[in-house]
């Protein structure tokens, strides 16, 4: 439903969730909603979504977690504006705080009052194309979710080891291909690592990794079987209802 030139407003997680974002450029899809489900939090913690655009994934969190403090850390000023706008919405602004900042820029984030070592959860979407090997859209807004050097990465992961407690947890989303720099990157700093591969359909190759690693050393890795979103019909999975409409969570959340 378009709500204003340019703007709509989406139910998500079956209406549990309202969403208001632009109808150009980078758009609230599966992956968010993944993200947030593979994200477990207790009431009173505090999380940090980095990169988060109009707040789907933080807020998803949020929706799912009575009582816990999210801030949603985002570069692009507009989307910082919808993103507020849909804590209000959803009536989560009162423990909400949204951030318009470079992940990167940590004295902004110390102003805002992320302190070092203050935070229970990281989640985070880091744009994970390389245009150097991948065809990248044309739009501005889109190209800035999606497009990131082959060290954004490393960068991101140092700020949410910056921001966690010892012991906090990361949660991220990537593209499959990419796992093994995901585990060379979070590795020195993280440990406990476990994987959740998502694919299109039942025997397909995964096109996303949900990735969740504890900020404390050993712990060793954990690959579960992957996770499924659509049958061999292209209809959603049970599994896929339950996480993307019903707001259950995903296994890898509780290990």
Known sequence: MEVESGISEDA??????RIRQPLRGHRVGHDAILLAAAT??????KAVELGSGV???GLALAVRIPGLHVSLIEIDGQLCALASANAALNRLNDRTMVVNADVENRDLLTAAGLSPGGVDRVLMNPPFRDARHQNVSPDPRRRLAHVG???LLSQWVATAAWLLKPDGVLTLIFRADGLDDVLATLEPRFGGITVLPVEPRAGAPAIRVLVRARKAPGGGRKIYPAF???DADGQPTAAAEAILREGKTLTIAQA
């Open 12 to 17: 998500v997680l079956g209406g549990k969730l």
């Open 55 to 57: 707040g789907a994934a």
């Open 149 to 151: 050097s082959p060290e």
């Open 228 to 230: 499924t979103l659509n």
């Open 40 to 45: 477990a939090a207790r009431p009173g913690e």
